[in-house]
């Protein structure tokens, strides 16, 4: 049994559901954040809603300190989906999506059936899909782009593939052609996988560089690889979920002779804290963004370029 299979195999109840109690203040910072920037609000790029039996054992396996994840890594807003959409909800999140990745064959078209429906009765979330490198990706990821899709999510570390499989040789192209994004777990962090790195992404950008990817996580912690594609592409963007968090720094520390090389990019990072789980208060990492000065101003071209031009 693969890594990831044993990931989503993990049952309920190895570990007790506690969950750290919300800061007070942490909504009003958040939206502190937005107005003072005078944005009406965010989009948030990378959270993840899902059918609930999948979220359970995703709950469970991060519980467990399961081996793709490697530390303790509690989860913060664990209730149930009208709870957390309500939470996002207060935090001024005007859109954001819901992804979804499958961990072997078989799972991403029921995943993206899933999803459309979640869209269609979440008026405010964008319509997500996925794929697996498959004989029905191109089919399936087609009809999901012809039906409004607006943004795909692919996770190497989880669905242990190859990025340049040839079966997703079809799905790439499409992908470039119809301008959609695919928001993309390409880095070695939190633990590295067999297809995880620069490289097998860097051979795929090469082939289709219109390709609009965001790199999930900023690549951690190939922070200054993945800095170099999105120098050299276009269409490359960085998600910061999760970036210069304790969480993060303390096991992958963003190299501080980089940050000019990060600000520089500015409208080419995207914010998302992870709200599937929330493993992190949102707003932990705004005071640390380069160049920043309090919670309120760190994170400006994050926060605009999510809104207009990375969320599809």
């Known amino acids: 049994m693969s890594v990831a299979a044993r990931a989503l195999s993990v049952t309920l109840g190895r570990m007790p559901p506690a969950t750290p109690p919300p800061q007070p203040d942490e909504t009003a910072r958040v939206t502190a954040f937005w107005r003072d920037l005078e944005l009406p609000g965010l989009v948030d790029v990378h959270t993840h809603f899902m059918p609930e039996r999948m979220l359970a054992k995703v709950w469970a396996y991060f519980d467990a300190v399961g081996p793709l994840v490697g530390r303790r890594w509690p989860i913060r807003y664990r209730a149930d989906e009208e709870e957390r959409l309500r939470r996002l909800r207060g935090f001024g999140v005007r859109a954001f999506t819901s992804m979804v990745y499958p961990h072997k064959p078989g799972m991403a078209e029921g995943l993206n059936d899933w999803a459309a429906g979640f869209a269609e009765r979440t008026p405010d979330c964008l319509r997500t899909a996925t794929f697996f490198p498959e004989p029905g990706a191109a089919s399936y990821v087609a009809a999901a782009i012809e039906s409004g899709t607006r943004v795909f999510k692919a996770h190497v570390q989880v669905g242990e593939y190859e990025p340049g499989d040839p079966l997703l040789?079809?799905?790439?192209?499409?992908?470039?052609?119809?301008?959609?994004?695919?928001?993309?777990?390409?880095?070695?962090?939190?633990?590295?996988?067999?297809?995880?790195?620069?490289?097998?992404?860097?051979?795929?950008?090469?082939?289709?560089?219109?390709?609009?990817?965001?790199?999930?996580?900023?690549?951690?912690?190939?922070?200054?690889?993945?800095?170099?594609?999105?120098?050299?592409?276009?269409?490359?963007?960085?998600?910061?979920?999760?970036?210069?968090?304790?969480?993060?720094?303390?096991?992958?520390?963003?190299?501080?002779?980089?940050?000019?090389?990060?600000?520089?990019?500015?409208?080419?990072?995207?914010?998302?804290?992870?709200?599937?789980?929330?493993?992190?208060?949102?707003?932990?990492?705004?005071?640390?963004?380069?160049?920043?000065?309090?919670?309120?101003?760190?994170?400006?071209?994050?926060?605009?370029?999510?809104?207009?031009?990375?969320?599809?």
């Open 169 to 312: 040789t079809p799905v790439w192209a499409a992908l470039e052609d119809a301008g959609v994004p695919v928001v993309m777990h390409c880095g070695s962090g939190p633990v590295p996988g067999k297809h995880t790195g620069p490289e097998p992404v860097g051979r795929v950008l090469a082939s289709y560089p219109r390709l609009r990817m965001i790199v999930a996580h900023m690549g951690l912690p190939e922070y200054d690889d993945f800095l170099d594609l999105a120098e050299r592409y276009p269409g490359v963007h960085l998600d910061t979920t999760m970036a210069f968090t304790d969480f993060s720094e303390q096991q992958a520390p963003f190299p501080p002779s980089s940050h000019p090389r990060l600000a520089a990019l500015g409208a080419g990072s995207c914010s998302g804290p992870t709200t599937r789980t929330s493993r992190i208060p949102t707003c932990t990492s705004w005071s640390r963004w380069p160049g920043s000065t309090s919670a309120t101003t760190g994170c400006a071209p994050s926060a605009t370029t999510t809104r207009s031009g990375c969320s599809g």
